[in-house]
């Protein structure tokens, strides 16, 4: 599975195979972030080994910053190591790269307006839990601006947005890793409209677009309204976008743009290391690809520091960064907005010819919320909320789907993948858990190849006894297969 | 015009014909059971017929079951029933006629962008004054909206849009001529979106659209951004788009789509007759050519009855009907719809993957106006006002104008359009204004060819002394142009 914990089994020290257990009981999430693990004495009780081995066991844990020894208190999961994670990667994926016209079929539209039905468990909703949105002061702020400026709010606001939205967002940049102007930034009806209108800038039909694999099914079905053709390159919650594999497709394939989410992607919720941005942006700027990344869980990451946008490492204006206030205040308030560098004049232009503008009224209570709305300390709160809910999802997942299930350990966002034993199929346990009222997204959304049949999207940030009972569900529904 | 309550076309009395109308909007959903119906007053004010076939006609209803009377209170909605509609019509033909690839010069997006200047003197905006807008009133709307369903608020609507406001839309449509269900309509971010989305369901790049010569400059940019070519088909105010000469296109060109704005039209205000329009209709049908109609001005006509739409006449789904309240309520709630026709699932999926879905607190406010506002009362207003501003901003013209000035004499909106002497360049004249800080729409904005020169766009719907100021010195650089 890994590296140096486990080592060559043959020759390995008692503690090194103690420590090689405890890891992977991190890694399957029997312990997780933040828990507190069995004291020396317990372990070496329950191990039968002495109690020097397993002090020494958690030494080369703490080493390799899988866990942290609190004084006084004991040792404890570290949040977020990147080894302590299951994987669905390039490293098992061998890639074999094709460049393929999106023809999803009517089966893909009919599962994902199946996933909007109100009356179905939510375990399938691409967007928040509404209780984590700050509704009441939002809509006050909404209703005061409404009361403060009346003609503007009905009147058309520029095709590029309000300044005072654009200047709140150009202040929060250096958070991002930015330091953006507001003239450089154009306000959208949500994040998709974004990304539809720099796919539009840079794109013609024909063109290929390079994304992640597993993709978030919507990039899948812009690209086949715009009659785009994508190349899957795989993608690990740890690593994001295989770079290798990326590097050997532009050497094969002419590429027009690259497309992905930057932090706490859809579906799989990894977080590229911002080495790794650098390279990823210098490796495209190199071959003048453009890159569109669609940052919007990226001020929802359970860390201390918000993660850097692949925008940073722009030297040629090659980046648009899309993204949106639909995670964090207000799907239905419909405020996005993009960067689009040197593609700014064309989003501009097709902006305005796409719907004149963006509704005013919720750019303003938008704007105002960030001005003086207590926005990063909202962020706090339905951070901690969400890594709480994913904690809880995570475990019940642990507890109740068959052994040999894996699923990533997000550090941010509310989206975990599951990667269900080989011989199941993701989307029987789909059809079987719409009968109870419960949804979830199969893993055939996410491609346009079959490699995710047996993986399953869920939505972590709704948890209540009725969610446990669901996940409880679904992983009966799993097991009976796998048994079969 | 119909069935049993119908009876047959030929000989049908028009009480028969209104409650066949009735008939179909309660069967389509527009009215629910145990709804209250229009009074006998408003429906013979909204239909133009008589008040007593009205009353006939509820009669009739009445006796059928379908509706009941409540003694003091008016006639309402029984229960459910089953059955369908039909209708027809008439035809003439030669002139030159080029497909072109619209390429529009960066000058064209320099005028548009530049008469957005708010210093300008707004006599070159397309939008209407806000002192025609019921602000107060629709903010106050909005506001209680967020206090009431605060949560509806910031979550997602439907992609198609709320149903309550596509109910009050469905519920309006017998002003246009049709009897729509909610279920034909999709809530869209404005008209230009509902147009955008309309092409886009109907055309693939590469094909020929026609249009109106003059046209509205945006579907010229619409159709340049989707790589789509025209062909200009002259239009008059009085008659619309010539059928000779459109009858004689579709036997020398392949066309796709035809696109036209139904009532009081951009730039030349004029109003086709309806038995023209029924004829457009056919012919287009006959071919199989999907018909989009924008009827943004149709609700403002200074005339009793509220125009027909080419909607009306829609025997084979092919007419996609676009509109939105940009004109009469607000253009910066960005609130528009589409009637799909037979495109309405493609329609639906373009809208969502676009931009998932219309912005949620705007639309909530627009049906509470719609359901109690007092539209008609505000449309009534707004109408006395605007026909009082043309007239106004018309004498001006007739007066500072050199001789040999024509202006179009519209009977409904608030555009004028200008025909100075051949001689004159309107764009110099545009120039020269712009200096003055005026803001006119020079013709060369409404073609692909360099037809309209020498013409002229004014927005009528501001009056004050500044107004006629600038009108004045318009007339004097006009003069001076003639002269030389």
Redesign the interface.
Known sequence: MTTEIHGNPGKTPLYREVAAKIDRMIRQGSYLPGERLPSVRELSRRLQVGINTVSQAYAILEDSRVIETRPQSGHYVRNGHPKAESRSDASRTKPELTVNSVTLGRTH?EIIRSL?DERLIPLGLG?PS?DL?P??K???M??AQ??RS?????????SNGLEPLRAQIAKRSLDYGCTLSPDQIVI???C??AV?LAL?ATCR?GDTVVVESPVYY?FL??VQ?M?LKVLEIPSSAQEGMNLDVLRYAIRQHPIHACLLISNFGNPVGGLMPDQKKRELVRLLSKHEIPLIEDDVYGDLGFGRARPPVFKAHDEKGLVLLCSSFSKT??????VGWIVPGRFQERVE??KS??????????QLAVAEFLAGGGYDRHLRAARRALQHRMTEVRKCVMRYFPSGTRCTRPEGGYLLWIELPEQADAFRLYEDALREEIGVAPGVLFSTSDSFKNCLRLNCSFWSDRIERAVRTLGRFAAAQTRS
């Not at 205040?329 to 419909?334: K, Q």
């Not at 010819?353 to 919720?362: E, Q, R």
């Open positions: 539209m909007k967007s509404v949105l509704v009441a939002l809509n006050r909404l209703a409404l009361r009346p003609s503007v709010c009905v009147s058309y606001a520029a959208t009806s949500g998709v409209e539809t539009q039909p919507t079905n812009s309204w009659g205040l207000a799907p239905g308030y419909r232009g097709l010819l796409l719907n004149i503008a963006t509704a005013t009224p919720t």
